[in-house]
């Protein structure tokens, strides 16, 4: 979700060389624990610039690149250490008339354990997967007849059963998608089934659910509330809750209230701590919900991955830029799962 206010960039920090990335902003280490995570030199560095509103980063973990979203030029951008910036997809999301003059594109992605690229497009309202053999199809837009608001944002179980969130800032934001009614009743955390075309709703506990992440061993989920985004007196915390024969999210409970700003997007990495977007960059929490670092960036912060060729390299979608800094730990979920058995297993390594 796009924040109204965001720093600016000095314009010295965009007359670098493209590939010189300057090390920039600051790391405010809170608790010890961070010692596991950081090394004390780490140091935050800006890949890219230019985009409108960077969005849902996902690693490719044979192709040795990163994808993430530009929402609002309806495209999915591909950056590597080789070839630095390019447009990977185009259309993103977004293949109508576009009558406000607006194309914004997919939003969340994520690929699954086959490495099939899957997209949360605002545009078309709809969940969709990349074809091996190419194309396009869509895998999710309705729900009892009824079309999704827009989705945002993505995880994959080990099951290979799909979660994603369906907060309404495609259909309330022109920048984010095209103002439309709202069909469904409320905004939903969803659990999709691939296999058998079962979607259910898992949690209507959120007012607007917006990034999710599952625990190390899946018996937790985290889901970020941004309705504070619009409304100063809604929630811009974190909730927990606890994933149900598999099935169902139960017991919601606030695990983190994030301060400045919302926790758009999130991630866990293998031991269970939080990373999670921010205001003003990421913020690390621990399982028990203790502050252990903020990583500032100069810019509003929408997401985060874990990725590189170790899996430990952490990369920043902020507003207009990319950024990455370089942790001790990898991520949790089948995206991370699979790079650990890759390196594992030379012969399944992954390229880069
Ligand atoms: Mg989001």
């Known amino acids: 979700m796009r924040i109204a206010a965001f720093f600016l960039v000095s314009a010295a920090l965009w007359a670098q060389p493209p590939h010189s990335f300057p090390a920039l902003g600051s790391i405010v280490r809170e608790n010890p624990g961070l010692e596991a995570l950081l090394d004390k030199d780490a140091r935050i560095e800006a890949l890219e610039s230019g985009f409108d509103w960077s969005e849902g980063p996902v690693w490719h973990r044979t ?5 993430f979203s530009d929402i609002p030029r309806n495209s999915v951008m591909k950056w590597s250490a080789a070839e630095g910036i390019s447009v990977y997809l185009k259309p993103s999301g977004y293949t109508g008339a576009a009558p406000y003059g607006r194309e914004p594109g997919s939003n969340g992605l994520i690929l699954d354990a086959q490495g099939r690229l899957i997209s949360m497009e605002h545009g078309d309202r709809r969940v969709s997967r990349l074809e091996p053999g190419g194309g396009k199809i869509t895998l999710v837009d309705r729900y009892e007849g ?4 827009s989705p945002n944002d993505i995880v994959v179980k080990t099951d290979g059963t799909i979660w994603f969130t369906d907060p309404p800032y495609g259909i309330i934001l022109p920048d984010e998608g095209t103002p439309a009614p709202q069909e469904q009743a409320g905004c939903f955390v969803f659990r999709f089934d691939p296999e058998t075309g079962d979607l ?3 949690s209507d506990a959120i007012i607007h659910p917006n990034g999710l992440a599952f ?7 985290y889901v970020s509330d941004t309705s504070g985004g619009l409304d100063p007196k809604a929630n811009h915390h974190i909730v927990v809750l606890d994933v149900v024969e598999g099935r169902r999210l139960e017991h919601p409970r606030v695990f983190k209230v994030m301060e400045p700003g919302v926790a758009d997007g999130l991630r866990v990495d293998e031991h269970g701590n939080v990373w999670s977007s921010a205001f003003d960059g990421i913020h690390i929490i621990s399982p028990g919900g203790t502050d252990l670092a903020r990583i500032h960036v100069p810019e509003v912060t929408s997401n985060c991955v874990f990725g590189g060729a170790d899996g430990r390299r952490l990369f920043i979608t902020a507003s207009s830029s990319l950024y990455t800094i370089h942790t001790k730990v990898t991520g949790s979920g089948v995206a991370a799962r699979v790079l650990r058995e890759a390196q594992a297993s030379p012969a399944r390594g992954p390229h880069g």
């Open 63 to 67: 192709g040795g690149f990163l994808l």
């Open 146 to 149: 009824k079309r999704l608001n």
């Open 200 to 202: 259910s709703v898992a």
């Open 215 to 221: 625990s190390p061993d899946e018996s937790l989920m």
